[in-house]
């Protein structure tokens, strides 16, 4: 048990469908990461939310997109889905915005596969 | 841009051997922190090195941060089966983690 809470732990969808993903942070955290990780490789940032704005943007196009509601949970949705989006997707909570202090917590993910 | 990058990308060992990975960045880094990836599962945050040349021990792991804070070293002595999974060090940039390309530990038993 982590302390994050992602859903759905399984998702197949179809080529330039939407997708929404649900991640509950750790208690007492209030800054939440995603993460993209295609098989075999490393995680990749996509972005962070902190008291509800983003805060940082990795190499991602506008399709996907995110949210943090005032209980810090957090939401990652992905339009017009492609093949390549098919990846485990990771939300991380930490302590505090940016990366300096402390690690973070990851969730278990999210599988989603585009066919 | 930065670039985090670790060698070697696989590694195969008898258990009871030890185990080294390597983990180089373009630039100097604030901190460096570690993950382990059991297979099918997520990252787990094992360690934070902040300081130049630090040292820090979790049993039979051992974790170094280089003078020049751009480079890390993860240690295992005498692996376990339960040593399998890939390791990732990670540094900061902007306000994100930046992940390396890991290292996936097999360990025959």
């Known amino acids: 048990e982590t302390g994050v809470t992602q859903s759905p732990t399984h998702l197949i969808k179809t080529r330039g469908q939407q997708v929404t993903l649900r991640c509950s942070s750790q208690?007492?955290?209030?800054?939440v990461s995603w993460y993209q990780q295609a098989l075999g490789q490393g995680p990749q940032f996509i972005f962070q939310y902190y008291r509800e704005e983003e805060n940082g943007r990795g190499n991602f196009p506008p399709r996907f997109s995110g949210l943090q509601f005032p209980n810090y949970s957090s939401e990652l949705n992905v339009n017009a889905l492609e093949l390549d989006d098919s990846a485990l997707y990771l939300c991380a909570s930490s302590l505090e915005q940016g990366a300096s202090r402390g690690g973070y917590t990851f969730g278990s993910g999210t599988r989603l596969t585009v066919v | 841009g930065q670039q985090v990058m670790q060698i070697p990308q696989y590694q195969h060992v008898q258990e009871g051997e030890d185990f080294t990975t390597y983990c180089n960045s373009s630039?100097?880094?604030?901190?460096i922190q570690w993950y382990k990836q059991r297979p099918g599962g997520h990252p787990v945050f094992l360690i934070q090195l902040v300081k130049s040349g630090e040292v820090k021990k979790q049993k039979r792991l051992t974790f170094q941060f280089g003078e020049a804070k751009k480079n890390s070293s993860l240690h295992i002595t005498a692996t376990q089966t339960t040593d399998v999974g890939t390791y990732f060090c990670a540094g900061p940039r902007a306000n994100n983690l930046f992940f390396g390309t890991g290292t996936r530990l097999t360990v025959i038993p």
């Open positions: 208690s007492g955290h209030n800054t």
């Open positions: 630039t100097t880094l604030s901190n």
